[in-house]
Nanobody, 119 residues
């Protein structure tokens, strides 16, 4: 069994910062790419940022320069530092990881953490 558990969401004023964490646990052989996605009310889930096992990163244009994704491979944890937050960043944020277990490589998702940015 593999679990991803997000934390760090909350309510923040526009211009503020939050740091999200997502820890993977269970029978993990290795973790390939990890990423953050978000889903705002009434909208489809969208990619926010990804990071490979080697540390290469990718961001959606709307967060470039404001958000930073990082990971601690020893802790099987991915982070999302969010600065200069805007009301349009309000969403449920989900982490996803491509994890190799005894069953092969599969995508695993967390249950999400709510980020609310007030104007």
């Amino acid at each position: 069994q593999v679990q991803l558990v997000e934390s760090g969401g909350g309510l923040v004023q526009a211009g503020g910062s939050l740091r999200l964490s997502c820890a993977a646990s269970g029978s993990i052989f290795s973790i390939k790419a990890m990423g953050w996605y978000r889903q705002a009310p009434g909208k489809q889930r969208e990619l926010v940022a990804t990071i490979t096992s080697g540390g290469s990163t990718n961001y959606v244009d709307s967060v470039k320069g404001r958000f930073t994704i990082s990971r601690d491979n020893a802790k099987n944890t991915v982070y999302l530092q969010m600065n200069s937050l805007k009301p349009e960043d309000t969403a449920v944020y989900y982490c996803k990881a491509d994890i190799r277990t005894g069953l092969g490589v599969m995508d695993y998702w967390g249950k999400g953490t709510l980020v609310t940015v007030s104007s």
